[in-house]
């Protein structure tokens, strides 16, 4: 599987203002299948989306396999 090994670390601040642990990890989970619904070729399935990941911001992404950094976005 592919994220064996790797993680995925996602920084989101909106307005300066910390997101909630639920909302935290609703975008983290969905950064995740929509990275694994490319590489399989399946649609994917949002759901209900929280009020707080629905405000337009900005996000940096960076990708680390074993500590190491493989890339930003």
């Known amino acids: 599987m592919l994220w ?3 993680s ?3 920084l989101v ?3 300066m203002k910390e997101l909630s642990k639920e909302t935290k990890e609703f975008i983290l989970a ?3 299948n929509a990275i694994i619904s ?3 070729r399946f649609s ?3 759901g209900d ?3 707080e990941a629905k405000q337009k911001a900005g996000t940096f992404i960076t990708l680390t396999r074993s500590g190491i950094l ?3 976005m």
Do not use: H, T
């Open 13 to 15: 601040q909106i307005q």
């Open 49 to 51: 989306v929280p009020d």
């Open 8 to 10: 995925l670390c996602i």
């Open 30 to 32: 969905l950064a995740r």
């Open 38 to 40: 490319e590489l399989e």
């Open 44 to 46: 994917l399935e949002i």
């Open 70 to 72: 493989r890339g930003c």
């Open 4 to 6: 064996l090994g790797m």
